[in-house]
């Protein structure tokens, strides 16, 4: 079994857990609530939101990752992948901080080039990841997967 077809398992087991997990917050919610005294009501009635946050949480993180999954199928069809391999390593693995910089500042020079092409904006998301900063990589994975949505 392939490394990437383990993941899947991995995932998809977390995710009936999370759903048993859930189903079974949700139980102990209601039976509060039916109990009748007040403070147990009013803990059952807070638990009750947590299912459904679990859920929305799940599903959003799912639904992006098959967002990026197939955006990277899509790059590496493309011939558009972004290859740090040659770049300068910290002994923990981590790209070396210069080394960093000046690829996303080469990336941010070709969406300037051409901003609204959806593979720009990947590209940029991955140099924001190889430089260390999530917050931004991530808003640009959402601006990559808006532009290829509406092509």
């Known amino acids: 079994m392939s490394a990437a077809a383990r993941m899947k398992?991995?995932?998809a087991f977390m995710c009936l857990a999370l759903l048993m997990y859930?189903?079974?917050?949700?139980?102990?919610?209601?039976?509060?609530?039916?109990?009748?005294?007040?403070?147990?009501i009013g803990l059952g009635l807070a638990l009750l939101i947590m299912p459904f946050i679990g859920l929305?949480?799940?599903?959003?993180?799912?639904?992006?990752?098959?967002?990026?999954?197939?955006?990277?199928r899509l790059i590496a069809a493309d011939g558009m992948e972004l290859d740090a391999s040659s770049l300068p390593r910290r002994p923990s693995g981590r790209i070396?901080?210069?080394a960093a910089d000046a690829l996303f500042h080469t990336i941010q020079d070709?969406?300037?080039?051409d901003p609204?092409?959806?593979?720009?904006?990947?590209?940029?998301a991955r140099?924001?990841?190889?430089?260390?900063?999530?917050?931004r990589a991530r808003e640009a994975m959402k601006t990559a997967v808006r532009l290829q949505e509406s092509r």
């Open 9 to 11: 398992l991995l995932i």
């Open 22 to 40: 859930l189903v079974f917050l949700g139980r102990i919610a209601v039976l509060l609530i039916g109990s009748g005294s007040l403070s147990a």
């Open 56 to 72: 929305w949480a799940m599903i959003a993180t799912l639904r992006d990752g098959f967002s990026h999954q197939r955006l990277s």
């Open 96 to 98: 070396e901080r210069d």
């Open 110 to 113: 070709e969406l300037d080039a």
């Open 116 to 124: 609204d092409n959806w593979q720009r904006w990947y590209r940029l």
């Open 127 to 135: 140099a924001y990841e190889y430089a260390g900063d999530r917050r």
